[in-house]
């Protein structure tokens, strides 16, 4: 039972344009949610998170936004860049250290 | 500082033999994660530990997995009596506490043959 989905494995977005991934959880208990970007032959690193006490996000060219009511949150990358081209995942986790909980990536492809 | 650094980076082994997969965390990071991502998968949990103690070895697949952490820093994966179905990339996590963000290693990439 996925309680992290991201039902999209591929996006293609043409550069200067925004990226918008998605993501989709069942456990209400989760509180917080990250985002990492993972690049091939590398580990996956740390980009964006948020808390469930608020619904928007931003850092730079990244925005997350959380709806909580429809368990969905969403990546912004805005203006998207070629070397934004990598393996999206979403992640969620509670307070009561339970460890992170993945979704299976989005592949984003950023084409100049 | 150095981030986590995990070796092998590659393992090619026989189907039957033992592994045994390390990893370094980041100085001063008390919580420890495994991951394994299998292809076209998400990252499977594997287990966790707090210090050297492992409050949740929920996802380890079976009992041929088993884990250890020692001294609250260095942790070894041990995979016995490998099977093809264990070819994966195992990544391993620090964190500074189980609320901080995960920084991971660059993986092992574990092929069975």
């Known amino acids: 039972d996925q309680q992290v989905k991201q039902n999209s494995p591929s996006l293609s977005v043409q550069e200067g344009r925004i990226s918008i991934l998605n993501c989709d959880y069942t456990?209400?208990?989760?509180?917080?949610f990250l985002w990492y970007k993972k690049y091939p032959a590398e580990g996956p690193t740390f980009l964006i998170s948020?808390?469930?006490?608020?619904d928007k996000n931003e850092d730079g060219r990244f925005t997350v936004f959380l709806n909580k009511s429809a368990k969905h949150l969403s990546l912004h990358i805005v203006p998207s860049q070629p070397g934004d081209s990598a393996v999206y995942f979403c992640?969620?986790?509670?307070?009561?250290?339970?460890?992170?909980?993945f979704g299976k990536g989005t592949r984003l492809s950023v084409i100049a | 500082g150095a981030g986590v650094s995990q070796s092998p980076s590659n393992k090619v082994t026989e189907k039957g033999k033992d592994v045994e997969l390390r990893c370094d965390p980041i100085?001063?990071?008390?919580?420890l994660y495994w991951y394994r991502q299998s292809l076209g998968q998400g990252l499977e949990f594997l287990i966790y530990?707090?210090?050297?103690?492992?409050?949740?070895k929920s996802g380890l697949p079976s009992d041929r997995f088993s884990a250890e952490r020692t001294g609250g820093s260095v942790s070894t994966l041990t995979i016995q009596r490998t099977q093809q179905e264990d070819s994966a990339v195992y990544l391993c996590?620090?964190?500074?506490?189980?609320?901080?963000?995960?920084?991971f290693g660059n993986g092992t990439r574990l092929t069975v043959t």
């Open positions: 456990n209400s208990m989760f509180d917080y």
């Open positions: 992640a969620a986790g509670d307070s009561g250290n339970t460890p992170l909980v």
């Open positions: 100085s001063g990071h008390t919580a």
């Open positions: 530990f707090q210090g050297n103690s492992a409050p949740d």
């Open positions: 996590a620090s964190s500074l506490n189980s609320q901080s963000p995960l920084h």
């Open positions: 948020i808390s469930s006490i608020k």
